[in-house]
């Protein structure tokens, strides 16, 4: 085979390696936002898809489809919370990116980046912004979070509440943070590059998750998707996942402050 030759293999590659990816975020976008039947069918899409990435060893694709593939399993299996899906998710993916010899290599963002007086400065930012957003949303819109407070706020004294807030802020912001600014940015980043299109698309896949969380609603999907804008680009500056970890905890800190201190005392 010629160099010409070679480097036209090489383009094809990059190309069919980028609409995988494209096209595998979709597919999870939709998941949440479409009746059972069609999300059903988005996961055997992913799936059909992942084959292929794996047959053409997209080094992109692959592993996003193997992450994407295990939720969709776990979610079907009957896992409950999408926090321990995303955390037994990541825990697989990343057993499959170290025991593939290929695909070492290639989770290059798990790294913990900078953490310098620009970043700290978005950082706070974020979380302020996010933080005003969450409460206006909350009591000028009095929306109905009574599943969430029953599924997460057993009868416990107010002090292990707290605790138990806090820790669960660390753990989720954690998971969230590895699946959309981890794996997901950095499949789009690689195969598109790292402008606005992979940003956006991370941030709608993680919009769409939070039609049924807090904040809820198609209103909370704009909100949510807003707020992986700006962990996407704090990624991007820290060079790393520190920065949008401790940017999320915090925000999720005020999440967990509005549902013990306000939803349940209705």
């Not at 480097?7 to 998941?31: E, Y």
């Not at 057993?95 to 620009?118: C, E, I």
């Not at 940003?199 to 707020?227: E, M, T, Y």
Request: hydrophobic residues 60%; glycine residues 10%; contains cysteine.
């Amino acid at each position: 085979m010629s160099i010409l030759q070679r480097q036209s293999v090489i383009r094809s590659l990059g190309k069919l390696d980028a609409l995988l990816v494209v096209s595998i975020t979709l597919l999870c976008t939709a998941a949440p936002l479409v009746p059972p039947n069609a999300a059903i069918g988005a996961a055997s899409g992913t799936a059909v898809l992942a084959v292929l990435a794996w047959y053409k060893r997209c080094r992109a694709a692959t592993p996003l489809s193997i992450f994407c593939v295990i939720c969709f399993g776990l979610v079907l299996a009957g896992v409950p919370y999408f926090w321990l899906v995303l955390a037994l998710g990541l825990l697989c993916y990343a057993g499959v990116m170290r025991g593939v010899p290929w695909l070492r290599g290639t989770a290059t963002w798990a790294r913990w980046g900078s953490f310098d007086a620009t970043v700290g400065f978005l950082s706070v930012a974020a979380w302020l912004l996010a933080a005003a957003a969450l409460l206006s949303w909350y009591l000028l819109l009095h929306p109905n979070i009574a599943d969430i407070v029953e599924a997460f706020v057993p009868p416990l004294p107010l002090g292990l509440l707290i605790a138990g807030g806090l820790i669960f802020s660390m753990v989720n912001a954690a998971v969230e943070e590895g699946a959309y600014r981890g794996v997901i940015l950095h499949a789009l980043d690689t195969s598109l590059g790292p402008g606005f299109a992979a940003l956006f698309l991370q941030a709608v896949a993680f919009g769409a998750v939070h039609i049924g969380g807090f904040p809820r609603g198609w209103l909370g999907v704009g909100l949510a998707c807003v707020f992986g804008l700006l962990m996407g680009v704090i990624r991007r500056r820290a060079g790393g996942m520190f920065a949008p970890w401790i940017a999320h905890v915090f925000t999720d800190v005020v999440i967990a402050g509005i549902v013990v201190f306000l939803a349940r005392s209705n």
